[in-house]
């Protein structure tokens, strides 16, 4: 059963006005549809220049970094990269980077997870997304995801800079982990699959692929079809953003511990999609969590940072 708020986003997606509409400039290079290896690739690390450092009111520590992103084929205004580091005031050793969602073009979600964390103990990184915020190419635009070589662009590139800043991290002798909601939870599932060190996972909302959510659920209303040649060009986009899959990658045992959370009545990414990626990663977590896509992470975010929190347990044998 999907959820009704759910139920009227999809709504709004397929009848809604065309500026709401992904994929408006069809396919784009097709050279970047294929995607890149990224689990035969050895992570470098990926230095943040931290910018401002400032208490917040509750003696949270915020601090503002940049960085360059390893991503050549980013246009040149999304390879400026932008993190936000939110700590508890006490010393910890563990931090995890958030994946920012799909169409997110404010962080403010992520930011309010990251104070749950904090009070439990746990640093968090909120990378900003390629391609929109301050990172948007064309900010006069709208919708920055104009192609779908524009989406396997971005993807790859937030997995790949996310993978550099753990390395980073790791390096510096922090306990490390990754998380994120929807299109976040799948990237954060991608980073856990082809990381070459043991990482504390908790892939939120998430499908082992895009292709499932694009195509599946709710977001299929709101694909410009048109552009990308009539309905008929459906199998082609299945093939393309299903080959972005953590199933074609071998778990690590690291793989194991983590904890893969779905939401009741999901009406955006399908059950089977979330119990897919659980199931590829023998020993890890399924978790459900009461509400739909769009509730579960505004009322639930107790619960979502919970699996986060264990996740690092699990990994530590705590």
Same mark, same amino acid.
Do not use: C
């Given at each position: 059963m999907i959820h009704p708020i759910d139920r009227v986003a999809g709504a709004v997606l397929s009848h809604g006005p065309a500026r709401l509409k992904f994929f408006m400039g069809g396919w784009g290079d097709e050279t970047s549809l294929v995607p890149a290896p990224i689990a035969e690739t050895v992570p470098q690390p990926l230095q943040i220049a931290w910018l401002s450092h400032e208490t917040e009111k509750y003696g949270l520590e915020i601090a503002h970094g940049a960085f360059t992103s390893p991503s050549a084929l980013l246009p040149t205004r999304s390879q400026q990269g932008s993190v936000i580091s939110i700590s508890p005031p006490e010393n910890t050793n563990r931090v995890v980077v958030l994946m920012p969602a799909w169409n997110e073009h404010d962080p403010k979600v992520r930011i309010a997870m990251a104070g749950h964390l904090a009070r439990k103990g746990i640093r968090s990184i909120v990378l900003e997304n390629p391609y929109y915020g301050t990172r948007h190419p064309v900010p006069e635009h709208g919708q920055p995801i104009r192609t779908v070589s524009d989406f396997m662009v971005m993807g790859a590139a937030a997995v790949n800079e996310a993978r550099g800043i753990l390395v980073w991290l790791h390096d510096q002798g922090w306990d490390i982990g990754v998380s994120g909601y929807s299109m976040g939870g799948?990237?954060?599932?991608?980073?856990t699959a082809t990381m070459p060190v043991p990482i504390a996972s908790a892939p939120l909302a998430?499908?082992?692929?895009?292709?499932?959510?694009?195509? =599946?659920?709710?977001? %299929?209303? $709101?694909?410009?079809?048109?552009?990308? $040649?009539? %309905?008929?060009? !459906?199998?082609?986009? %299945?093939?393309?953003? $299903?080959?972005?899959?953590?199933?074609?990658? !071998?778990? !690590?045992?690291?793989?194991?511990?983590?904890?893969?959370? %779905?939401?009741?009545? =999901? $009406?955006?990414?399908?059950?089977?999609?979330? !119990?897919?990626?659980?199931?590829h990663w023998p020993g890890s977590e399924l978790r459900v969590v009461r509400g739909g896509h769009a509730t579960a992470i505004w009322y639930r975010k107790d619960q979502l940072t919970d699996a986060i929190v264990d996740s690092f347990d699990r990994l530590a044998g705590v």
């Open positions: 799948n990237t954060a599932a991608i980073v998430a499908s082992h692929s895009p292709g499932p959510v694009f195509l =599946d659920g709710m977001l %299929r209303e $709101g694909i410009a079809w048109d552009a990308l $040649g009539g %309905r008929s060009q !459906e199998a082609k986009l %299945r093939s393309t953003l $299903g080959a972005i899959s953590v199933l074609n990658v !071998e778990p !690590e045992p690291h793989t194991a511990h983590a904890i893969v959370v %779905r939401t009741s009545q =999901d $009406g955006y990414v399908p059950a089977n999609a979330v !119990e897919s990626l659980s199931a």
